[in-house]
């Protein structure tokens, strides 16, 4: 089973960019699927991205799509998730998560998590 760490959040000022990084432990990362999650306060945690085994296929939620990038290091084992024209509503606590079984949006085909990073953007 792949653990993950989420790092690179912190408080930024709207238009800023971050940087966030979700590194696994254990073996054979590049078997696992990554996905990207935010939970804002007071709501319910949705998909932001997620890309496949080898890094060549990603996709994104249309309220991230032209702003985030996704993208991983498997000799590294970690994803990388560049969030660039940051705005208030990405403020959030941002999850990585790991699936073995198929690339997608639904929460339900991740089966590791990490911990999460607090992302805050002010105005």
């Known amino acids: 089973q792949v653990e993950l760490v989420e790092s690179g959040g912190g408080l930024v000022t709207a238009g800023d960019s971050l940087t966030l990084s979700c590194t696994a432990s254990?073996?054979?990362?590049?078997?696992?699927?990554i996905g990207w999650f935010r939970r804002a306060p007071g709501k319910d945690r949705t998909f932001v991205s997620a890309i496949n085994r080898s890094g060549g296929g990603y996709t994104y939620d249309d309220s991230v799509r032209g702003r985030f990038t996704v993208s991983r290091d498997n000799a590294k084992n970690t994803v990388y998730l560049q969030m660039d024209s940051l705005k208030p509503e990405d403020t959030a606590v941002y999850y990585c998560a790991a699936s073995a079984r198929a690339f997608g949006r639904a929460e339900s085909l991740y089966d590791a998590w990490g911990q999460g990073t607090q992302v805050t953007v002010s105005s």
């Open positions: 254990g073996n054979n990362f590049s078997s696992y699927i």
